[in-house]
């Protein structure tokens, strides 16, 4: 039966040549783009999912209402990382990250400029961002130490291992390098080429050294990893109104955790 219909099929494309191949043609394309829709929808869907705590982890953010209008930003205040790390048992983790820049690398004659970000030593310990050389639990303990990609390490050092060596920073201080990550996944939604304590960034800024009990002053980014148990909406209100009380001003915005599963697909704010 099979044989007849592939015969008649055949007959009907050799009659009607130019029918056919119009057909065969838009069959083709169809099947292309549904297919790149469906990489593509794998892809975004893929973000941040390698991280192991991912459910637990959420980025504080901050509503605003300025001449009117509504608005939510990730930037906070430097001080309610301690608040958060000493006062709230809830929390099981916590760092400040910058917004990353370029820095430069320097050792001996050779220098790099490569982006990274000042963060405290739990961010090795609630993202998943593996260690091939050194301990992720205290790589980033010391102020004046540093982590390195793989890449990066191996643009600066080639195959030697580079634990241990020192490096110019921005033509400042010397940092001891105390860790190797692996290359950061490109459905990562942070991104980095090196990691510098954000202690290094508290003693050598002075803005930043002056901004310790500011609770009026947003320029920095703060990261919760939560107990087993703790929901996210949960924590939320019990932050809400730390800026109000702290800084005595019941104009200030309310505070809330932006969960991770929905940073990349669920991170635009309007109203």
Do not use: C
Not at 18 to 43: D, F, K, Q, R, S
């Amino acid at each position: 039966m099979f044989k007849n219909y592939f015969k008649t099929a055949w007959r009907s494309m050799v009659k009607s040549k130019g029918y056919a191949a119009l057909n065969i043609l838009g069959l083709a394309i169809g099947m292309a783009v549904a297919i790149l829709i469906g990489l593509w929808a794998l892809n975004e869907f893929s973000f941040d999912a390698f991280h192991a705590n991912r459910k637990n982890i959420g980025l504080v953010m901050k509503k605003t209402f300025f001449n009117g209008q509504k608005g939510t930003q990730s930037g906070v205040m430097l001080p309610l990382y301690t608040e958060l790390k000493m006062k709230y048992p809830d929390v099981k983790f916590a760092t400040r990250l910058d917004w990353g820049d370029s820095h430069t690398l320097m050792i001996d004659k050779k220098t790099l400029a490569k982006n990274g970000h000042f963060a405290d030593p739990d961010f090795l310990k609630m993202f998943s961002f593996p260690l091939t050389k050194g301990n992720a639990k205290t790589a980033l303990a010391d102020p004046y130490s540093l982590v390195l990609t793989q890449s990066t390490a191996r643009a600066l050092f080639g195959e030697a291992d580079p634990v241990g060596k020192t490096i110019r920073f921005d033509n400042m201080n010397n940092l001891t390098v105390t860790g190797v990550a692996k290359d950061v996944p490109r459905n990562s939604t942070i991104r980095f080429d090196f990691l510098v304590p954000y202690e290094y960034n508290v003693l050598t800024n002075d803005f930043v050294k002056g901004a310790q009990v500011e609770w009026r002053n947003n320029f920095l980014q703060t990261y919760v990893q939560l107990q087993d148990g703790v929901s996210m909406e949960a924590f939320s209100a019990k932050i809400a109104n730390l800026p109000a009380i702290k800084s005595n001003d019941t104009t200030q915005a309310a505070l809330f955790l932006h969960a991770m599963p929905k940073w990349h697909l669920y991170g635009e704010f309007k109203d």
